[in-house]
């Protein structure tokens, strides 16, 4: 029996669906923050396991204090804190520029510079399915989290264990009588 329950190993539904929205956003400004890096998808994931971590507390948070944006607040911060981290490890002075919009011509649509198959591909209807990503994104980010509770809960009983250890043997130095 459990105190708090622990974590669930697959995603809840609402969670899915806060990543599903807040997850193009989180990868643009993860991207614009270090300045194009590859990093960037790594730190948008760590982001994203911070806040599966603390999913079940932003939860509560937003049901019993009326916070509605208990967890997108928290994602900012980690993200802020994530990116920190990042820049502290660069060896080299980390020079962050906007990139310029991708040229039109590779857009859909395209123009008259375009190739066929891209002035075509307007007509095509898309086969790319919405939501599909940002489902995967948060299922890999539920299981890093999940992961990581794992290690917690083990350090957390390695150092109970220690710590009874402990309290035993000075227990049994305090009554054992003086020779």
Do not use: N
């Not at 911060?77 to 310029?100: C, F, G, H, N, S």
Request: proline share 7%.
């Amino acid at each position: 029996m459990y105190l708090v329950p622990p974590m669930d190993d697959e995603p809840p539904p609402d969670y899915v669906t806060f990543v599903a929205l807040h997850v193009s956003d989180l990868r643009r400004e993860t991207t614009r923050l270090v300045g194009g890096d590859h990093e960037a998808a790594h730190l948008y994931m760590d982001v994203l396991a911070d806040v599966a971590c603390h999913w079940r507390r932003l939860t509560w948070r937003r049901r019993l204090l009326g916070h509605p944006h208990a967890a997108r607040d928290y994602m900012t911060k980690r993200l802020a804190t994530r990116t920190k981290q990042w820049r502290d490890d660069q060896i080299y002075e980390v020079d962050v520029r906007v990139m310029p919009p991708p040229l039109a011509m590779y857009r859909r649509g395209g123009g008259p510079t375009a190739s066929l198959a891209l002035r075509k591909a307007d007509l095509v209807p898309d086969t790319h399915r919405t939501g599909v990503e940002a489902t995967a994104d948060a299922a890999i980010a539920w299981v890093q989290a999940y992961r990581r509770q794992l290690w917690h809960r083990a350090g957390r009983l390695i150092a109970g264990g220690i710590l009874l250890i402990a309290t035993m043997i000075q227990f049994m130095t305090s009554i054992s009588p003086d020779s």
